[in-house]
């Protein structure tokens, strides 16, 4: 008998049962976001003080995308993103979702059924499940003040194994405020949520992992008071472009 599930564990000739899909959440300690599944859609544009759309703009002016690219987005949540980047790539590019949610995944698949040229990944950002070098591009919004410190550089480490050389990745991300109105909200996110991780992103604690890692990278552009876009690069060996590393 042919068995649909290719991680089946049926028995030769039994009838298959559906396999349950692996649930990556519990093997993490990163904030997943299965509870919020629901909801996120409708909350989203509100935590973001609705600059989510102008972030998403700029993700996509920044990668210049060509057409038959392949793109990671992790942390996708729900895709909305991950989907604007299949629509921005043409049938031979590929627009890669992943997340450790697998209920916020069953909403980004939802949104995304009609579009082929999009996959959605129940995976952790900080063991990607990817060949090295086998992304052009890699983008991630709203994913870093949900994993600590430590996660935080695996998975730099691990977007630096999966991207190709001369790939690019953007960073959207809570981060240092920069004035009254950025730290009140970014505060008042901490407080909220009780989130120790967004307290390190707002002790520059993203901009410490980025100087850690071997990406090149500067900050593109900086909005709302706490919310920065960064643009990381990993340079070809033989490269004459350099973008100058942060101090
Ligand atoms: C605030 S949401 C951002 C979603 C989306 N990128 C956006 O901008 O709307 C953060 C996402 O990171 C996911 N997440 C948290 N820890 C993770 C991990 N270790 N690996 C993969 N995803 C993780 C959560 O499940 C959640 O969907």
Known sequence: MQHP????????GAACAPVAEDNPATRTSGRTLDHAAPVYDLLAPLMTLGVEGRCHREVLRLLALQ???QVL???CGTGTLTREIAQALGSKGLAVGLDAATQMLKVARRKAAAIPNIRFDAAIAEALPYDNASMDHFVSTFFFHHV?????RKTLDELWRVLRPGGMGVIVDVDTPYNLFGALCAWSGYVLFHQDEIRENIRGELHKA???SR???RVQSRRAGYITTFVLTKNKPDSNVQIKKEK
């Open 67 to 69: 057409g038959a690219e």
């Open 215 to 217: 990406f090149d990278w």
């Open 148 to 152: 600590n410190a430590a996660l935080k």
């Open 5 to 12: 599930e290719p991680r089946c564990t049926c028995r030769p």
């Open 210 to 212: 980025l100087a850690e």
């Open 73 to 75: 987005d992790i942390g």
